[in-house]
């Protein structure tokens, strides 16, 4: 069992830029995948950004070039960090931890895109 606690939402203007954290603890395996997703009322969850366990990276059109994920397995952390952000990348942001045996989330931490 794998548990995630993120950090770092809150309300931004438009333009501006927002670093997300996600602390991971419990059986950790190597060969994991780590990820962020999305989620507004009334809509499915969807993928922001994810990283897998040997690094690459996958972003869909929305936020490719605006968004950048990182992880630090050393500290078992996970990071978004977020630019030129828009109104419409307001939602509920949950961290995501996937391995051959579990698939995890976290609580969620509310980013807010508002003037």
């Known amino acids: 069992q794998v548990q995630l606690v993120e950090s770092g939402g809150g309300l931004v203007q438009p333009g501006g830029s927002l670093r997300l954290s996600c602390a991971a603890s419990g059986s950790i395996l190597r060969s994991s995948a780590m990820g962020w997703y999305r989620q507004v009322p009334g809509k499915e969850r969807e993928l922001v950004a994810r990283v897998s366990s040997v690094g690459s990276t996958d972003y869909p059109d929305s936020v490719k070039g605006r968004f950048t994920i990182s992880r630090d397995t050393a500290k078992n952390m996970v990071y978004l960090q977020m630019t030129s952000l828009k109104p419409e990348d307001t939602a509920v942001y949950y961290c995501?931890?996937?391995?051959?045996?579990?698939?995890?989330w976290g609580q969620g931490t509310q980013v807010t895109v508002s003037s």
């Open positions: 995501n931890y996937r391995d051959i045996l579990s698939n995890s």
